[in-house]
């Protein structure tokens, strides 16, 4: 079993193409690319922590099968734009809006925003987060595990942590490594 990190995904919302300028022609593309890319690395015993932002705009019903067809014991760490059908959704192994883990001996604290402090920085722990969109500036042991700052498919924490010393983030066609950080503004969602 691996234990995998994602963020980010906002499957069925439209505005993610335009605001982040994922290289998709259109939502449909765009919602199947991710299904495939996790399915590609996730195998049905291993484990993925999102951290927040699943999906917005969909109805319940296309929630719970965009959930059903990823694999994986799934857990959410609740987002901003997480609505009611995605923290209803039948599949999520757990539902918080905080989590601490251990995964190969390093201490995890998992929230979908990015910490100054947190529980166990001075110890070695390390924050995992999304929402940011890859445009934060990096800290020491803080990583922004989402889709726009690490590619469409969940990581696992190794690649997480040599993430950095392999010259940055990726992009979400999972084509290769670029770091758009400081050409888009700020997220306003």
Known sequence: MTTYFTSDTHFGDPRIL???????????????ALIEAWNAVVGPDDEVWHLGDFAL??????????????RGRKHLIVGNNDGP???AAPGWASVAHYAEITVDERRLVLCHYAFRTWNGLGRGAINLHGHSHG????????????????????VALERILTSRRRGGGGDPSGKGSVNHAEERPEPSA
């Open 135 to 154: 445009r934060l500036k990096p800290i020491p042991r803080q990583y922004d595990v989402g889709v726009d700052a690490l590619g469409v498919q969940p």
């Open 85 to 87: 059908a995605t923290l």
């Open 57 to 70: 705009g969909p109805p319940p019903e296309r929630v719970a099968e965009l959930l059903a067809s990823l």
């Open 18 to 32: 335009r605001i982040d300028r994922r290289p998709f022609p259109d939502l449909p593309t765009h919602d199947q």
